[in-house]
């Protein structure tokens, strides 16, 4: 196992600094850059330390096994119906509100509209499969086709409409997790 690249990813994916990790665990920029390209090994005592700093513990750290999971069967989709607004969400990613992103598939019936959206940190985007719809921001409306994607920050309130005769089906990410 490559301790010190191990130690620099952990690092990174907590957004520390050499030099701020350094300063939570007493240890000096230079000693920290030391064990990241392996030119020194840290005493057990340090090394706990260190990924104590870093949030994790010697037993996950020493794992080998990574538990993500790849691949999302079909009978895994959650499936919500709200037939007041005319539309249906699956969930194509079980547990997605733990992830960066959440993927679903959206269909909107003919005069349906998706649920309203509050302003809220991240981003959308969103991929037409079929039909046609109103990317409705704030009180604009961008017309989507078939084939056609759309892209937007979520800073303000936002909806997909269908005033269109056939239903359409959205393929729609939300990061981070909203839906």
């Avoid at 050499?18 to 020194?40: H, N, P, V, Y």
């Avoid at 604009?140 to 078939?146: E, I, L, P, Q």
Wanted: charge should be negative; glycine fraction near 6%.
């Amino acid at each position: 196992m490559d301790i010190g690249r191990k130690l620099k990813s952990l690092r990174n994916l907590n957004g520390l600094t050499q030099e701020e990790l350094a300063i939570r665990t007493d240890l000096t920029k230079g000693f920290i850059s030391q064990i990241e390209r392996d030119l020194t090994s840290p005493s057990i005592a340090t090394l706990m330390d260190i990924l104590e700093a870093l949030g994790t513990d010697i037993r996950k750290f020493f794992s080998e096994v990574e538990e993500t999971k790849v691949v999302y069967r079909k009978d895994e989709i959650i499936s919500s119906e709200n037939e007041k607004l005319g539309h249906s969400i699956d969930w194509l990613i079980s547990n997605a509100q733990k992830n960066s992103m959440e993927p679903i598939l959206i269909t909107i019936e003919s005069d349906g509209t998706s649920n309203v959206e509050k302003p809220h940190e991240g981003e959308e985007f969103g991929y037409v499969l079929s039909g046609t719809i109103y990317v409705c921001l704030g009180d604009k409306k961008h017309k989507v086709n078939k084939g056609e994607s759309f892209y937007f920050k979520s800073r303000q309130e936002h909806y997909l409409e269908n005033s269109f005769k056939r239903k359409a089906i959205v393929l729609w990410v939300s990061c981070p997790p909203s839906f």
